[in-house]
């Protein structure tokens, strides 16, 4: 975006910005006291224990979501693998992400934690794939061919509902089955197959004819409440993966957070990246039905803003199509190539579309508020968020603070003020 580039709006955007209050919206905490501990007893039970033989070679998948205690769980089943006499490896099972890149792939691990130094295991990336079984319509389902050549595959993945589809299997170890563990061709030819709207009914059957044509021994499923604490850790076989990840995907929709409002006019989120998100910001919490996808019903947010993006995303800005406007500072953060790899592999371009980017977060905010037709300023009804799994405390304007007072699972922090925005460019 061009610094001298001005846009000529009829009565301009002087004007003030509803008052917001602090708000917190009540969760249960259900964070397990000791991830690490919990793998390991994992490893102990009879039908997980008897797979892991010694001298086995067994590929470890991880992915590139920013799933909480990764490093401590990765580490905690390198360790309990080996104490069994097997030889474990961690192998990058994330599909396009990364730029679609084998050094991509391994910086993306590097950041959360998952190197030889830090988790006991070495990294073997690459971004060959074998194609292990056919789909009856011809789509080829891939493997990474170090993890298909090992003697045994584990994946560790968080379990809870997807961005963009729905079924009763969503995210989690079926779908880095098929997506993560394909590496850029199997995600490519997969999603080229299909489109989202039928990945409820088609991945479950996919990622069972890939189970049955591999080594897969089991996966390590992780559901998160709804401050992102870790608060189930399940070793889940390969024989009962089809019949139990629907079970705790269930628990995870029950224990996910989520706005308490059923209408917004403009949400204001901080930050976006895909260790959040795959969508980058999570349709929801965030809602989609003012754009159409089905499934995301609540709430419905009228204008969606987007600030800044993490350092953790290293640029990938995938799904800032779902805002109507950006700041100039989260545009000039975009990597392209590297988001446009995963927005191209998925085959929703409209996900890598760029939204209007205005030089401040006010100026962003207001743009926002002053394209809301019929609604005058001061009655907007406004909330602002720091990202989509941070809503234990969030910002909202005076309008909406009768019904938080109503509200059994809300409460007012504090009296309504004059919202502070960075001015930074």
Do not use: W
Request: aromatic share 6%.
């Amino acid at each position: 975006m061009p610094d001298d580039v001005q846009i000529n709006i009829a009565g301009g955007l002087e004007f003030p910005l509803p008052r917001m209050a602090r708000v917190r919206q009540v969760f249960e905490d259900q964070a397990l006291a000791d991830v690490g501990g919990a793998v390991s007893e994992q490893l102990q039970r009879p039908e997980i224990a008897d797979k892991i033989k010694p001298g086995a070679s067994i590929a470890v998948g991880v992915g590139s979501r920013g799933v909480n205690n990764i490093q401590t769980a990765v580490k905690a089943l390198v360790a309990g693998l080996k104490a069994k006499g097997a030889e474990p490896f961690i192998f990058p099972a994330m599909g396009s992400h990364g730029g679609g890149t084998e050094e991509g792939q391994r910086g993306i691990l590097a950041g959360y934690g998952i190197t030889e130094d830090q988790v006991g295991a070495p990294v073997r990336a690459t971004m060959d794939t074998d194609i292990v079984a056919e789909m009856s319509d011809g789509t080829r389902l891939h493997v990474d061919r170090y993890a298909n050549a090992a003697d045994g595959i584990v994946l560790v993945n968080r379990i809870k509902p997807h961005t963009s589809f729905r079924g009763p299997i969503e995210s989690g170890i079926c779908k880095m089955i098929i997506i993560g563990m394909g590496k850029i061709a199997g995600a490519t030819s997969f999603h080229g197959g299909y489109g989202m709207d039928q990945f409820g009914e088609i991945l479950p059957p996919a990622a069972d004819m890939v189970r049955k044509n591999t080594k897969f021994l089991f996966g390590l499923g992780m559901v998160e409440d709804a401050f992102d604490h870790t608060a189930i850790v399940e070793a889940i076989s390969s024989e009962t993966l089809m019949q139990r990840e629907p079970e705790l995907q269930a628990q995870s929709k029950e224990m996910i957070a989520k706005l308490f409002f059923d209408e917004i006019d403009v949400l204001v989120i901080d930050e976006i990246g895909k260790e959040i998100s795959g969508a980058g910001a999570d349709p929801n919490v965030t809602g989609g039905a003012a754009r159409g996808v089905k499934g995301f019903e609540k709430p419905y947010v009228k204008k969606m803003v987007m600030l800044d993006v993490t350092d953790a995303t290293h640029g990938n800005a995938c799904g800032i199509g779902s805002a109507d406007v950006i700041t100039k500072r989260l545009f000039n953060r975009i990597d392209f190539p590297i988001t446009y790899a995963n927005i191209v592999t998925s085959t929703y371009l409209e996900g890598g579309r760029v939204p209007i980017a205005m030089p401040t977060e006010q100026d962003a905010v207001r743009l926002a508020v002053k394209t809301l037709p019929g609604i005058a300023p001061q009655d907007a009804r406004i909330v602002r968020i720091q990202n989509t799994l941070t809503l234990g405390e969030i910002r909202v304007s005076e309008s909406m603070l009768d019904e938080v007072r109503n509200h059994p699972r809300m409460e007012i922090l504090e009296e309504p003020a004059d919202m502070a925005y960075d001015t930074a460019a």
